[in-house]
């Protein structure tokens, strides 16, 4: 089997391939920052008749483990991007916030987007909770929410769309009616768009119930062909609109498919199992618990507001990292690792993703996610390990987690948003166990059902 590692054909053509049976041809049209390819991605097969092949960020945090300061920057590189290229300004922050990236440094989260400028800004769910927020993070004046895949008890989302490739297509909005009732510019955050069409099906979403001028989408890797780039021009002349598009890295895909892959055997040898110890940490009374839960007896527990799942402004944002600081001060004097992982859970990355980044060195980032991936180890591709279990918060959705290897971690912090019964947490511990984890922290954000949430509150 050939190494995935990028064949280099010229300065701007690249070529994967992956698993002997996926050839992908990358060429590079812009890259406005000179940051090479291997900073953003690399490459693994999707399980998945809709789309067989996946960018694997090393950014994000979601299939493999980061420097959790990494996935910050790359929401402001992607600010800094915004006010260079739909502002026509320069952005002063541009040269530090790369020389922080490339070295990996430890970085605050700054707003140096001038308050003037107020949009909306919506992440996608799952994968862009947490750069869509980190991208928020730059507004000195905006507001923000996520799209969620849950279906809450007794509540109607304001907008629904479609994603066509996703294992979980459909998405939901449930945000303050006054968040989105206005004319003010929409951006839309995405880790990576292919074809754009999730990008288009949200922006007729919203055109049909609350019209506006301006749409923005911002993106880390946009591959869009001629033919998809035709559509976005189709759309702004439809609807009258005007859409931006901004990204750190530019190009088109070419793929080609030599026949299906075969799930192949995972044949790693699991060493005797390490029994694990098991801390509960409950950080509820740093956050606010909502009244919104989901259509679930397995889970009764509470949503928090911090998410922005329900909407955030700028001045709860503030808030909200202060409250972070003081969340973490609990973390740090719990973790007595030498290597420390940090795993957020399914939409829930940015509270983990921040707090990883306050919890000093030698700590990694990374989330479970609903996206199954072929398996194989070899150097370069982007799942070289992995494993299912049923997720401990709805039993008949299938979660994963890859890139953790056998013995690697002294121990791991797992974060949920709600409280999660310990019996139901019984297959992905075991899973753990398998790589000689030997201490696991479950860290609970709202350990509240709707009848205790007022008097928490007050």
Not at 20 to 40: H, K, M, Q
Not at 300 to 307: G, N, P, Q, V
Not at 388 to 403: K, L, M, R
Request: proline share 4%; glycine share 6%.
């Amino acid at each position: 089997m050939k190494n995935l590692q990028p064949l280099t054909l010229s300065k701007k053509k690249y070529t994967y391939n992956i698993l002997d049976s996926i050839e992908t041809e990358i060429e590079v049209s812009e890259n406005p920052y000179d940051l090479p390819l291997e900073d953003f991605f690399t490459m693994a097969a999707r399980i998945n008749k809709k789309r067989s092949f996946l960018f694997v960020s090393k950014v994000l945090g979601k299939h493999l483990p980061i420097n959790p300061n990494k996935g910050l920057l790359t929401g402001a590189l992607l600010g800094a991007r915004y006010i260079e290229t739909v502002k026509g300004t320069e952005c002063f922050e541009t040269k530090n916030l790369l020389a922080m990236f490339r070295k990996g440094e430890s970085y605050r989260s700054k707003a140096f987007i001038p308050e003037n400028i107020r949009p909306v800004v919506i992440g996608f769910a799952e994968t862009a909770t947490a750069l869509g927020h980190a991208f928020f993070n730059c507004f000195q004046s905006a507001e923000y929410f996520h799209t969620t895949r849950e279906e809450l008890k007794q509540e109607k989302p304001e907008i629904t769309f479609e994603e066509e490739h996703s294992h979980a297509t459909s998405h939901r909005c449930y945000i303050p009616l006054e968040m989105i009732q206005n004319e003010r510019e929409i951006i839309l955050v995405d880790d990576e768009m292919t074809t754009g069409k999730t990008a288009l099906n949200i922006i007729e979403s919203i055109h049909a119930k609350f019209p506006r001028d301006v749409y923005t989408v911002i993106s880390i890797l946009d591959w869009r062909s001629e033919e998809n780039l035709h559509r976005f021009n189709c759309l702004e002349q439809k609807l009258g609109i005007k859409i931006n598009v901004v990204s750190l890295l530019a190009g088109t895909v070419q793929v080609k498919e030599h026949g299906g892959i075969v799930n192949r055997p995972n044949n790693v040898v699991f060493n005797k199992r390490v029994e694990a110890a098991v801390e509960q940490i409950d950080l509820s009374s740093f956050f606010t618990t909502t009244p919104y839960s989901v259509n679930n007896p397995l889970n009764s527990y509470a949503f928090i507001k911090e998410t922005g799942r329900f909407g955030l402004t700028g001045s709860e944002n503030i808030s909200l990292h202060q409250k972070v600081e003081a969340a973490a001060n609990v973390l740090i004097q719990k973790r007595n690792g030498k290597r420390t992982l940090c795993l957020g859970t399914g939409e829930f990355m940015y509270l983990p993703m921040k707090l990883t980044a306050e919890m000093g060195r030698d700590v990694f980032y990374q989330s479970t996610t609903r996206s199954p991936i072929f398996i194989e180890d070899e150097v370069g591709y982007g799942a070289r390990y992995g494993a299912s279990f049923p997720n401990p918060e709805d039993q008949d959705i299938t979660h994963y987690f890859y890139n953790i290897p056998q013995g690697y971690y002294d121990e791991i912090f797992i974060f949920f948003e709600r409280k999660v019964l310990l019996e139901n947490m019984q297959p992905l511990l075991k899973e753990l166990e398998k790589l000689q984890i030997k201490m696991i922290r479950l860290v609970f954000f709202s350990e509240y059902r709707g009848d205790q949430i007022e008097n928490h509150n007050e």
